[in-house]
């Protein structure tokens, strides 16, 4: 029946990065903050229990960030950022960030460390880095049933200003957003 009908909700989330940062949240664990890049990555030890390593050369090659929260070299919460244009695979699309914007995707904190704020403070991470790069928008996406990743998004600072809802009828997908954007 899947293929016949099916339906997901996204919800938009934005932060304003020329306006004034969050309340800081801060994880309640004592954790590194690292960006990895290709060259860090390849030195990182403890990796084996990440999923999709590989996808990670391609995404370093096309300038991708690959932002972490660690203990004693041990990845416990990641994330990804960009600005170049990124497939969202929840609703068949392509996000292609404005100059001025990055893209927080694919974050992931491993169960046995989850309710220790490690996400929303690993976000904040990012966009105090965003800021001091003169960027002025960050989004992140999150499917509507995902409810703890929508309370760790707001958490660090996100509010929502859109959904979009995609409906797949027979293999063609139907979008509708709401609230419609001008």
Known sequence: MGWLFAQKILCLFEVDL????????EARLAVDYCRLDARSW???RYTSHIPDRHLFAARFARGEQFWTAQREDKILSYCWATQ???EIGEVRCVISPR??????YDAFTFAEYRGQSLYPALLQQILAASRQQGLGRALIFVLSDNTASIRGVQKAGFREFQRITCR???GF???TYRPLLN
């Open 18 to 25: 020329k306006g004034p940062a969050a309340l800081p949240c």
């Open 42 to 44: 390849a030195t990182q």
């Open 84 to 86: 170049e244009p990124v």
């Open 99 to 104: 100059g001025d914007e990055i893209y927080l």
């Open 168 to 170: 797949n009828i027979l």
């Open 173 to 175: 997908a139907r979008y």
